[in-house]
T-cell receptor, first 112, second 115 residues
Framework: SQQGEEDPQALSIQEGENATMNCSYK?????LQWYRQNSGRGLVHLILIRSNEREKHSGRLRVTLDTSKKSSSLLITASRAADTASYFC????????????FGTGTRLKVLA | SAVISQKPSRDICQRGTSLTIQCQVD?????MFWYRQQPGQSLTLIAT?????????ESGFVIDKFPISRPNLTFSTLTVSNMSPEDSSIYLC????????????FGPGTRLTVL
């Protein structure tokens, strides 16, 4: 079964607002990663959070992980038009293989 | 993080032909992977490229359709064989093992259109 179902599928906000995207998964994980993809190009790695971590920050990004609920969220604060992209979560498929299963993604549009 | 390049960046091919996509990394990496992203969809793992041995394919993908080579720790190729319009996708290679074995980094992708 597919890991990483994300919601919302699409999100449109005004510049300066915060954007929150959620990812749910089905089986136990060691790590969860968030990626950004601009217009069908390559993926940019944003943050990796491990199963024993609850929250991580990177600049305007905040990622939380709740392993009891099998869910993660990505918060982008003070959004900019340049944040317009698709965002994907990815969970490790099996321990020791470094294979990741990707979620369905959230298409974020930030309006100037 | 590793610098990953892919060739070609895009191509338009005729039905029934084959295309080989190259992935080059600027440093030795433990793992290399190939993904497919169909239009408007998420990424689907095709296979793990194993150095010096046959690739490990995911369910729904076979070697005859997607032969993969990995002759060393910095280079891999994916061939899309006997193409049909359904093969139109973005193909991405990714690597893990530089510097953390957990973080996976992606190449810029190859956009393939099959007519």
């Amino acid at each position: 079964s597919q890991q990483g179902e994300e919601d919302p599928q699409a999100l449109s906000i005004q510049e300066g607002e915060n954007a929150t995207m959620n990812c749910s998964y089905k089986t136990s994980i060691n790590n969860l990663q968030w990626y950004r993809q601009n217009s069908g190009r390559g993926l940019v790695h944003l943050i990796l959070i491990r199963s024993n971590e609850r929250e991580k920050h990177s600049g305007r990004l905040r990622v939380t992980l709740d392993t009891s609920k099998k869910s993660s969220s990505l918060l982008i604060t003070a959004s900019r038009a340049a944040d317009t992209a698709s965002y994907f979560c990815a969970t490790d498929a099996a321990s020791g293989t470094y294979k990741y299963i990707f979620g369905t993604g959230t298409r974020l549009k930030v309006l100037a | 993080s590793a610098v990953i390049s892919q060739k070609p960046s895009r191509d338009i091919c005729q039905r029934g032909t084959s295309l080989t996509i190259q992935c080059q990394v600027d440093s030795q990496v433990t793992m290399m992977f190939w993904y497919r992203q169909q239009p408007g969809q998420s990424l689907t793992l095709i296979a793990t490229a194993n150095q010096g041995s046959e690739a490990t394919y995911e369910s729904g993908f076979v070697i005859d359709k997607f032969p993969i080579s990995r002759p060393n720790l910095t280079f891999s190729t994916l061939t899309v064989s006997n193409m049909s319009p359904e093969d139109s996708s973005i193909y991405l290679c990714s690597v893990a093992g530089v510097p953390s074995t957990d973080t996976q980094y992606f190449g810029p992708g190859t956009r393939l259109t099959v007519l």
